[in-house]
């Protein structure tokens, strides 16, 4: 038989056992059903959603910009150091398109008759391979390209005899319109930059401080961040882009991005005003400011000039 003093031992011990088992289950359960850990990667917002907050702390304000399309600047750079610099001009003639070409990453530039009034996007593929958007005074938009470094330049032809115009590029005559292979889109602002990353896929800086991106070819659009006073901003692939922006007294901030647009990191400073054209490649960054270029090669943080 157990004695008194056994059947006591033995209770406890279940009892214990009974509360260990409680503790145990709770653990489990409270593990499984704990709220996951943040992610650290934006998720795209309705554009309807207030993101103030992602600018710098100390850079809140976002001045008025009046936005002239005529006078923008346009730049690409190819892995092999060739530019293709162009001013946007206008098709009636008011302001004059201006093209220039450089192989050596703007050191020295040389001008190039594309023979259009107004060109509205650029590509640099080499230093042979060129093309450029744009229309004559006729005000028809065309895509023309050169095989020889810009001696030359040719139109591209459907089979139906039009002119074929493929690539992102804003609209003529709207500030508020980009086109694209697939459609002709309205972002909900005024565009000051436009990045092609992919046939579907851009971006676009507007003036009133906004980033947004499509990712269907245009079809809707969503707000990825807002960096106040952004004037051009050039993405490298959908979540790393560099901008320009007026920032603590300097007219032409670097800043960089990884998370698609949701949070900027400032970089250094360029002299000048305005900031006019940025663009990047495998090795640097170039800048076009108050007229002249300028290249970096540690992602924005210092700048020197091209020439």
């Known amino acids: 038989m157990i004695s008194p003093v056994g059947k006591i031992a033995a209770r406890l011990a279940i009892a214990a056992f009974l509360i260990v088992d409680v503790v145990l289950v709770v653990a489990v359960y409270r593990h499984v059903n704990a709220e996951p850990a943040a992610v650290a990667l934006p998720s795209p917002v ?56 450089s192989d050596n990453g703007g050191a020295t530039l040389r001008d190039v008759d594309t023979g259009l009034s107004e060109v509205v996007a650029v590509r640099a593929d080499s230093a042979s391979d060129l093309t450029v958007i ?37 609209d003529l005559d709207k500030e508020t319109v980009v086109v694209s292979d697939k459609r002709t889109s309205e972002p909900g602002c005024s565009v000051t930059s436009l990045s092609d990353v992919s046939e579907v896929l851009a971006r676009v800086s507007c003036a009133d401080g906004t980033i947004i991106g499509t990712g269907d070819g245009g079809d809707s659009w969503v707000k990825l961040g807002r960096l106040d006073n952004v004037r051009v901003a050039s993405y490298a692939s ?3 882009a560099y901008a320009l922006a007026k920032y603590q007294g300097c007219a032409a901030n670097a800043f960089v991005t ?46 020197s000039p091209a020439s």
């Open 258 to 303: 990884r998370d698609g647009g949701r949070t900027w990191s400032p970089g250094g400073c360029i002299s000048g005003d305005p900031a006019q054209a940025l663009t990047q490649a495998s090795d640097r960054l170039v800048a076009r400011v108050d007229g002249g270029l300028y290249v970096s090669r540690d992602e924005g943080a210092s700048w």
């Open 134 to 170: 744009g229309a004559e005074s006729d005000c028809v938009l065309r895509q023309r390209t050169s095989t020889d470094g810009g001696s030359t330049w040719l139109d591209g032809y459907t089979f139906a005899g039009t002119f074929d115009v493929s690539g992102w590029h804003p």
């Open 238 to 240: 959908p979540s790393k």
């Open 46 to 101: 309705s554009a309807d959603t207030d993101l103030a907050e992602e600018a710098p702390a100390d850079e809140q304000r976002q001045d008025p910009y009046d936005l002239d399309p005529a006078q923008s600047y346009l730049l690409s750079l190819s892995d092999d150091g060739s530019l293709l610099s162009a001013r946007r001009g206008q098709c009636d003639g008011r302001t004059q398109a201006e093209v220039q070409v």
